[in-house]
């Protein structure tokens, strides 16, 4: 049995390594978002004076206090950060240390394991998982993950210690490349931690098997996030139809669809390796996928003036918004893509629309989807709202961890 989350017995006491640690004291007010749930701590919410930032050094651990001086939680810190701090643990007798990381392991291999019946998934998903920080995908016997800050870098060897006590896997592979390194102050970087890396990782989705480039890869090399939303667009297809697969990477929308009877399938991507990768993949099962290299815009644009219709259009973009002021830019990206598509459609077709942006509110997409059915001269319908998979379970106090949206529309000729 998988022990729950630690709550302290009145007359426990922390433990004098805990107590060494230095305090963060936030200033009066600034500890409501904590107690409601939430894992960070900005650096205008810290009362300087009484502790000051400055005097800490990069990924080092504090206890986080009240301004009435109360223990809020365990968290590490980085004092050159927007979001100097994060919680990691809230029991006073349980700090930060390699035996708590194997329980949040163990806590959240749990999960996954009632849900997945083969190792194919996002084993650890940051502060959903009382990680901040830290992401695990589980490719079978391979995990390759990735470090977004500085204090769970500074808790990396403990992290692989942890790993191999829990799943011993063949390889663990650290893929680093990503841009909220540079927030932190850390290098990009790919390491081999545990065995050896392999060139590409295998992927098991339902009765599909893919393969997904490492190193070269987008993410840790696969998206599991959408694998319940193909599960759900298995359900809507319906035999015969013609795809097209929008920013498709490595083709896991256009090759279920083919496997599900569509006639034909076509992959746009910027990426020739990825499209490359797309026939392989497809071949892998059985199927064939067509492909055309190209910006998204531009190739919607030449397929509309060459006449092209579709039956199924799915759009999955990378995030348009990356920070809050690229709202409104963002917005009208995805309404002009949605456009777009919908133009191509044939008179009585599916738009997957899909968004990875949390700062695009869910029903912000919704509206934009409908803008632009009015724009086109469409009517659209809901059938059906996804989100991310379950192996990429929500905060409810952190909104920042329900950050994926898609929406199944039919859309009609008016």
Request: net charge neutral.
């Amino acid at each position: 049995m998988i022990p729950q989350d630690d709550e302290p017995a009145a007359s426990d006491a922390p433990p004098a390594a805990a107590l060494a640690l230095p305090a963060l004291q936030l200033k009066r007010g600034e500890d409501r978002r904590l107690r409601a749930g939430h894992l960070w701590v900005f650096s205008n919410e810290v009362d300087n004076e009484a502790t000051p930032l400055t005097a800490f050094a990069v990924g080092a651990q504090a206890r986080v206090l009240s301004d009435r001086g109360q223990f809020l939680g365990y968290a590490y810190v980085n004092p050159h950060a927007l979001i100097c701090a994060r919680i990691l643990a809230r029991s006073p007798v349980h700090p930060p240390d390699r035996s708590l990381l194997v329980h949040r392991l163990k806590v959240a291999l749990a999960l996954r394991e009632r849900h997945y019946s083969a190792p194919y998934y996002r084993l650890v998903f940051g502060e959903a998982d009382g990680l901040p920080g830290l992401v695990l995908d589980r490719y079978g016997e391979v995990l390759v993950g990735q470090i977004a800050t500085a204090g769970m870098e500074a808790l990396r060897a403990d992290i692989e210690a942890a790993v191999a006590q829990v799943l011993n896997p063949q390889a663990l592979v650290w893929k680093n490349d990503g841009s909220a390194r540079e927030l932190e102050q850390l290098p990009r970087q790919i390491i081999t931690a545990i065995g050896k890396a392999p060139e590409e990782v295998s992927v098991i989705e339902g009765v599909l098997q893919f393969q997904a480039p490492l190193a070269e890869g987008q993410k840790t090399g696969w998206f599991y996030d959408q694998c319940a939303n193909r599960e759900l667009f298995r359900r809507l297809l319906w035999p015969g139809v013609r795809v097209l697969d929008i920013c498709s990477y490595a083709g896991a929308w256009a090759v279920t669809a083919m496997r599900c009877g569509a006639r034909e399938a076509l992959c746009v991507d910027s990426s020739a390796a990825a499209l490359t990768l797309a026939e392989r993949n497809a071949a892998a099962n059985g199927v064939s996928v067509g492909t055309r290299r190209g910006d998204a815009f531009d190739v919607l644009d030449e397929l509309l003036r060459a006449g092209e219709r579709f039956d199924v259009v799915v759009l999955d973009p990378p995030a348009f918004i990356k920070r809050r002021k690229d709202l409104a830019r963002g917005a009208a990206g995805y309404r002009k893509l949605n456009q777009l598509a919908m133009r191509l459609l044939e008179r009585d077709a599916l738009l997957v629309s899909c968004s990875c942006s949390w700062h695009l509110p869910a029903e912000e997409l919704l509206l934009l989807i409908q803008s632009a059915g009015r724009h086109s001269s469409r009517f659209v319908q809901l059938l059906a709202a996804g989100g991310q998979s379950p192996d990429h379970p929500v905060h409810p106090a952190i909104p920042e961890t329900r950050y994926l949206k898609a929406y199944f529309c039919r859309v009609t000729r008016e």
